[in-house]
C-alpha cells in the first residue's frame, strides 16, 4: 500500500474518534482520573524493583480514600423514601426501589 492509503486511514481513525467524542459515545477528557501516588510507568517500576515501596503507595491511597458514613437513626429518610405514606407529597426518590 501506498504511503498516502496508511495517511488516509490514520486521518479516519481520528476523525472517528473525534466523531464520537463529540457523540459521547467515548469520553477522553480523563477527567475521571485522580491524583495518586505510584502511577503509570512509576509504579510499574515501583511494583518491579521497589516492592515494599509499591505496597505502601497501595496502603497509602487505601486509607485517603474514605468510605460513604454510614446512616444514623436520626439521619431521618434523607428523600429517598416518603414517610407519609404519599409518594407526591415531597421531592423524594422518584424511581423503585426492589428489595
Same mark, same amino acid.
Given at each position: ?17 473525534a ?51 454510614? *446512616?444514623i437513626? %436520626? !439521619? &431521618?429518610?434523607?428523600? /429517598? #423514601?416518603?414517610?407519609?405514606?404519599? *409518594?407526591?407529597? %415531597? !421531592? &423524594?426518590?422518584?424511581g /423503585? #426501589?426492589?428489595?
Open positions: 500500500m501506498e504511503w498516502w492509503g496508511w495517511l488516509l486511514i490514520a486521518a479516519g481513525a481520528v476523525a472517528l474518534g466523531i464520537a467524542q463529540r457523540a459521547g459515545w467515548i469520553d477522553l477528557s480523563g477527567g475521571g482520573r485522580r491524583g495518586g501516588s505510584g502511577g503509570g510507568l512509576v509504579g510499574i517500576g515501583d511494583e518491579v524493583f521497589n516492592p515494599t515501596r509499591h505496597e505502601a503507595s497501595i496502603e497509602l491511597d487505601r486509607q485517603t480514600t474514605l468510605p460513604a458514613p454510614a *446512616p437513626p %436520626g !439521619d &431521618g429518610d434523607l428523600g /429517598v #423514601i416518603q414517610v407519609d405514606g404519599d *409518594p407526591d407529597a %415531597g !421531592d &423524594g426518590y422518584r /423503585v #426501589i426492589r428489595l
